[in-house]
């Protein structure tokens, strides 16, 4: 009676498992399009999951923690809190230091697009404790950095500058020596939002100082443009000129910013030639993702203002505020939807519910059903019983049989090991098979003395002969396998290591595991515990 209600928990819960299941696979095809650098089509096989939420919670986790990670490297919105406070709920109790801090980094973002500043606070100094008792000083760098963020964002500027200063310094503990200067680059922001322009200064000549020693021309660049417009702002325009030039000598393609500020110095200088000019350079060089619309309205405004073309000023000034409120009614916009996408997983949520509960009615009627069912269950296993009383009599006979069988077969095995060795010891004599051995562990004799096409054809032959029916098995096992993967298959078989194969054809290790895998696809191999050297070797 036992065993019959747990087959039919089982039978009922079948249907769940198979749905947890085929989105496990999913999982796991993401996570393999993210080792091998393909971020975007993860994260639209991740999009397919059309109702991740009726997942078990240690899948839903995982779910959660892999999405989040996408959405934050592709700039694609956060996971619903909901979904990452169960995810963090998960592992709070089951959770690696790892996967808490993580998470916890998630849920913080989660919080912060939806403007829970609050929370999203408490998230983050949660991940930082747990992060520095793991020693993940570069995680605890880009808590500090977000939690300056949430600082900044409420203009609450000296606690900005306070985590900025303790994001960097575990920036500088954790060995990040480019995010240590970014920290000091935004420290000196601060001052200059606070128009502490001296103090500033400092501190973007500290940072573009140790920026030299990084010959990164980005970030030369960054650094110079601030110099520049805080120059600029300092009134000294001498030094101002110097470094936005810098700035654009660092980075041509992405000068637009830098040349309206050139166009604000020019124009500060009533030097209005040049700043025409230069407002001409940075509609030029603005690019699809920095398009600088406003911006560029803005100093044409300012110019044809100090000009005193009032109409043009005045028309230049009505399309920078229409521009703004554009932009001011697509944001509102993208909010209601976030708003509506709220709404309708909150209703998706409610749905679920109805269908648990409807389920647990159903649940009770088969529980029902079964105790009716159970009296003929009873005699069902009567009558098995006796049928396996006289199936054990005939195992028993079958059992004497084999025996015997097995003893005459153990002696055919010895012989047909002697034969095998024979004909091993064949292919090992054979002169192929010493030049694949001696190109093998030698890059020079590989490429000069390259395998002609007759000795490939002879090393199947001879394959062919040492394991009968080895390259008839290999092309049934595996569809559609080119010439090349035959032979990348006859290599494997005679027993070359990743090295030796990537020395003989030569290719990179990693051309080496490529290859590996993709005729483990064309074998549906590669979602097994089995390897293609496994494999080959029992062909």
């Known amino acids: 009676m036992k065993n019959a209600i747990l087959l039919f928990i089982l039978f009922c819960l079948f249907f769940s498992c198979k749905s ?37 919670d240690k899948i839903f986790a995982h779910f959660c923690l892999i ?28 959770g690696s230091a790892e996967e808490k801090m993580n998470c916890l980094l998630y849920l913080g973002m989660s919080y912060e697009e939806e403007t829970d500043f609050e929370w999203a606070m ?14 993940k000083y570069l995680l605890v760098g880009k808590l500090y950095n977000k939690i300056a963020g949430l600082h900044d964002y409420d203009n609450n500027y000296d606690e900005a500058q306070h985590f900025h200063q ?7 503990k954790g060995g ?48 110079t443009n601030r110099l520049g417009v805080n120059y600029n702002e300092l009134g000294n325009y001498s030094l101002a000129e110097k470094y936005l030039f810098q700035s654009i000598a660092y980075d041509k393609a992405g000068s637009a910013p830098t040349y309206l500020a050139l166009a604000d110095l020019y124009t500060r200088k009533k030097e209005y030639g040049k700043a025409r000019e230069y407002i001409e350079m940075a509609s030029k060089y603005r690019t699809p993702k920095r398009k600088l619309t406003g911006g560029l309205l ?48 909150a209703n998706l949520l409610n749905d679920n519910n109805e269908l648990q509960i409807r389920n647990q009615d159903i649940f009770i009627i088969c529980i029902l059903l079964l105790l009716v ?9 009567y009558r098995v019983a006796l049928k396996n009383k006289y199936i054990l009599n005939q195992q028993k006979k079958i059992t004497a049989a084999n025996q015997t069988l097995q003893e005459k077969e153990f002696a055919v095995e010895g012989l047909s090991a002697d034969i095998l060795n ?118």
């Open 176 to 223: 990040d020596s480019l995010n240590y200067i970014y920290s000091i680059r935004d420290i000196g922001w601060i001052h200059t939002l606070k128009e502490e322009y001296g103090e500033a200064s400092e501190s973007f000549l500290k940072a573009y100082r140790l920026a030299l020693n990084m010959n990164d021309s980005l970030l030369l660049s960054s650094m």
């Open 20 to 56: 947890n299941n085929e989105i496990s696979i999913k999982i796991k095809e993401a996570e393999e399009l993210i080792r091998i650098e393909q971020p975007d089509s993860a994260f639209d096989l991740l999009e397919s999951i059309t109702n991740p939420d009726v997942l078990n």
């Open 422 to 539: 024979i004909r091993e010891n064949i292919l090992k004599s054979s002169a192929v098979y010493k030049k694949i051995i001696r190109n093998s562990q030698s890059v020079e004799d590989a490429k000069k003395c390259l395998l002609t096409d007759q000795e490939w054809l002879t090393l199947k032959e001879i394959l062919k002969t040492t394991y009968l029916f080895f390259i008839d098995n290999l092309q049934n096992s595996f569809s559609n396998l080119t010439e090349d993967e035959i032979r990348f298959c006859c290599l494997l078989k005679i027993g070359l290591n990743s090295q030796q194969l990537s020395i003989l054809l030569d290719i990179q290790p990693t051309s080496v595991s490529h290859k590996r895998y993709r005729i483990m696809k064309k074998g549906k191999l590669e979602n097994t515990k089995t390897t293609l050297e496994e494999f080959i070797s029992g062909l």
């Open 122 to 135: 408490k998230s983050y100094l949660q991940a930082v404790e747990i992060a520095k008792n793991a020693k």
């Open 373 to 381: 069912s159970l009296s003929l269950f009873v005699l069902y296993k």
């Open 298 to 345: 803005y100093r044409s405004y300012i110019l044809e203002k100090e000009l005193g073309n009032y109409s043009l000023s005045l028309s230049y000034y009505e399309q920078y505020v229409n521009y703004a409120d554009s932009i001011s009614d697509l944001q509102a916009r993208m909010d209601v939807l976030k708003v509506e996408r709220r709404y309708d997983y």
């Open 67 to 94: 999405y989040a990670g996408l959405s934050e490297q592709l700039g694609e919105d956060m996971p619903f809190v909901p979904q990452m406070e169960r995810a963090n709920a998960y592992y709070e109790k089951h």
């Open 166 to 172: 303790l994001s960097g310094e575990y920036y500088l």
